[in-house]
């Protein structure tokens, strides 16, 4: 049996180790998808490459061999090694070009050489669900990610806003500042995603914690809307309605602060605020906004088996496994078709003057897989499973995380190198994985908001 098995692999990869002939020239040898596989010639020896398959990136490893590239047999026990930057400075600029690309996953060589070419040359002006859809199978997540960054760079408001958060990170002789100049004029008021709730205590996750602690470190007065963890998005809304008025009746001005789910929930409940109060409401930060559903919600209808569990999971005497019985349940309330009918009616949400601030997460690279992130497994499993193919941030696919401009034509947003969770990402060299990081980009959005310098 085992030799059958055996036979059958040497079957299936025979066509994938063998190479036409080139001549005696520097010259790469492609199979049909376009990837070199074999380059003749390199300071005498002929050099061989393949790759792994990892999620969002792919390591290029090589080999050299005195052996013809066509006699694939004696391939079999070359001795492989990674790619490095020193090997690499001996190829010409053309291949290191072309296993750039592969290393990003890419499955059609482009000619263009930076992201900002292939746009101009494809007079692409926005980015679409359609465009990441064509994008991300043809050159990979990691290239459309990029086309998604550079498209929203080129706005000139996006620009200045990333350099005023840079700058803020770079001053390296001060600590982050609590803003407690606006503490009698301003509060945040906060609409917790699917799941999130301020009274978890100590049994929180750790990111809970590490977001409640960061806002409440900005020296301003907190309120969190009080809502169903779990619940429906409209429900949720009529709750968060009469709260947020309240908030807006008192003295101070407020700044919407909203995260995943929470998001369509506070668009939804501004629609019935009263248009005289609006007026003081001077800034929304939208953090990894959930402005369609998510892939796992998607696919709920057609995977039994967390129906078939979330009955006993919620009576099971362990928080954590209530909590995951619940989940369960609550991603019939985060469908496409139920985010789109939310926004269908909030078209008059949010005042035209109001400034919102997008916060995305775009995996840029697999630092965030290398991060140890808790999104790691989520990223890896929708990969293999191919639920979502496009580029994503792990649960929602770009752009959107994004509210819409229609929603909120004035709007800036900052792109970190991230997952849905973000505090695994990065912004250019900081992690946000250290809290000072986290704090001084929450401080200096709210500046930019404010105004402040």
């Known amino acids: 049996m085992a030799f059958l098995c055996l036979l059958r692999t040497f079957i299936l990869v025979l066509p994938l180790l063998s190479f036409p002939v080139s001549g005696k020239e520097l010259s790469v040898v492609r199979q049909p998808n376009g990837f070199p596989r074999c380059v003749e010639n390199i300071n005498g020896h002929n050099l061989f490459f393949k790759w792994s398959r990892k999620p969002l990136t792919r390591i290029i490893y090589y080999a050299y061999s005195r052996v013809h590239c066509s006699n694939w047999k004696k391939r079999i026990n070359v001795n492989w090694k990674t790619l490095d930057e020193e090997t690499k400075s001996h190829l010409s600029d053309e291949l290191r070009f072309e296993l750039e690309q592969i290393a990003k996953k890419s499955n059609e060589l482009r000619e263009e050489r930076t992201v900002s070419e292939f746009i101009d040359k494809r007079n692409i002006t926005v980015f679409t669900r359609a465009l990441n859809r064509e994008l991300t199978p043809r050159f990979g997540a990691i290239f459309a990610t990029e086309v998604f960054k550079e498209l929203i760079e080129r706005n000139p408001e996006n620009t200045e806003f990333r350099k ?9 002789d001060s600590p982050s500042k609590p803003l407690t100049m606006w503490k009698d004029k301003i509060k945040l008021v906060v609409s917790f995603g699917l799941g999130w709730s301020a009274d978890y205590g100590k049994a929180a996750p750790y990111y809970i914690r590490d977001f409640l602690s960061d806002i409440e470190s900005m020296g301003l007065e907190v309120v969190y809307l009080d809502k169903n963890p779990f619940g429906m998005v409209k429900s949720n809304a009529e709750k968060m309605a009469p709260q947020i008025e309240d908030e807006l009746r008192k003295d101070k001005s ?4 909203s995260l995943c ?10 629609k019935d605020i009263d248009p005289a109060l609006k007026s003081k409401i001077v800034g929304h930060v939208n953090l990894s906004g959930m402005l369609t559903g998510t892939f796992f919600a998607d696919i709920a209808g057609s995977v039994i088996l967390p129906k078939l569990l979330s009955p006993f999971m919620k009576v099971i005497p362990l928080n954590e496994v209530r909590t995951v019985g619940k989940m369960a349940d609550a991603t019939s309330y985060m469908k496409s078709t139920i985010i789109a009918e939310t926004l269908s009616e909030v078209r008059e ?14 995996p840029l690279s697999d630092r965030v897989l290398k991060n140890g992130s808790p999104m790691s497994p989520v990223l890896k499993y929708n990969y293999w499973q191919k639920f979502l193919v496009s580029a994503n ?15 909120a034509p ?3 947003t900052l792109v970190l190198d991230a997952s849905h969770m973000l505090s695994d990402g990065f912004l250019e060299e900081f992690a946000l994985a250290e809290r000072e990081t986290r704090r001084k980009i929450y401080q200096s959005i709210l500046r930019f908001i404010l105004k402040a310098d």
């Open 254 to 257: 407020v700044i919407l602060l």
């Open 164 to 172: 005023f958060v840079l700058k803020e990170l770079r001053r390296n």
């Open 349 to 362: 949400a949010t005042r035209h003057d109001m400034l919102t601030v997008n916060v995305t997460g775009a």
């Open 410 to 412: 004035h709007q800036v």
């Open 393 to 407: 941030d792990g649960f929602i696919e770009l752009p959107h995380t994004l509210v819409p401009e229609e929603l």
């Open 261 to 270: 789910k929470g998001t369509p929930e506070l668009l939804s409940a501004l």
